[in-house]
Nanobody
């Protein structure tokens, strides 16, 4: 059984930082696209940051470039999202998602991802 378990969400003031983790089990970490989507109330789910394990290429939404950093530890089957300089508009439920097998750069299309975590709430106060 494939499981993606997120952790690290919470409440933080604007300008603060959080680090999200996604531990993956039951799924081969090689040749995957994996990363983070988010969904705020009344808005569509959007890709935030993704990484391809085959070549290390990454995707960042324009709204988070320069503030968020995605990384992965293949030995631990875990992917991380370091979020700095958080803004109130970053408030959302953040979901870890994985797709595989995957080759090449990741794309931020939710329909391409067949495994999802339960989500973790990130709230940024002004």
């Amino acid at each position: 059984e494939v499981q993606l378990v997120e952790s690290g969400g919470g409440l933080v003031q604007a300008g603060g930082s959080l680090r999200l983790s996604c531990a993956v089990s039951g799924f081969t970490f090689d040749e995957t696209a994996i990363g983070w989507f988010r969904q705020a109330p009344g808005r569509e789910r959007e890709g935030v940051s993704l990484i391809s394990s085959s070549d290390g290429s990454t995707y960042y939404a324009d709204s988070v470039k320069g503030r968020f950093t995605i990384s992965s530890d293949n030995a631990k089957n875990t992917v991380y999202l370091q979020m700095n300089s958080l803004k109130p508009e970053d408030t959302a439920v953040y979901y870890c998602a994985a797709a595989g097998p995957w080759a090449g750069p990741p794309i931020a299309a939710a329909d391409e991802y067949n495994y999802w975590g339960q989500g973790t709430q990130v709230t940024v106060s002004s």
